[in-house]
């Protein structure tokens, strides 16, 4: 299936799109020095929600989608230069607004879980 929406994200620090079909993406995010806040080699959350966010977003995978809110969980810390898969699937859809399920793991192990109330708009948000 062809990926329709955020065609721009740097793929660096949103994460690869390694399957995208009708209402479920998988999506892996190979973390790095450059995200960690510590010396331990911390990653910042912001980059666990940037893959969590990507992931639902082409789990919904409509040009003119945008999110209005979330409500996550960070479970397990993760460490820089660990290779993180968030796994998205839509639980819901009324009208315009899609509930998308996400969750990510290490291995086996997870690290993050979320909902997000994403909207498909009938235009551009920005148009």
Not at 10 to 37: H, Y
């Amino acid at each position: 299936m062809q990926i329709l929406t955020h065609n721009h994200i740097d793929i660096k620090l949103c994460g690869q799109p390694l399957s995208v079909e009708d209402g479920t993406s998988r999506v892996e995010l190979q973390t790095n020095d450059f995200m960690a806040v510590d010396a331990h080699g911390l990653v910042h959350g912001g980059f666990i929600f940037g893959l969590a966010d990507h992931a639902a977003m082409i789990a919904v995978n409509d040009p003119n989608v945008v999110l209005g809110s979330a409500q996550v969980k960070f479970i397990r810390p993760v460490r820089a230069g660990q290779s993180v898969v968030a796994e998205a699937a839509t639980l819901n859809v009324e009208g315009k607004k899609h509930s998308v399920s996400v969750i990510a793991f290490i291995g086996d192990t997870k690290v993050f879980e979320g909902e997000f109330k994403c909207f498909v708009l009938e235009k551009h948000v920005l148009a």
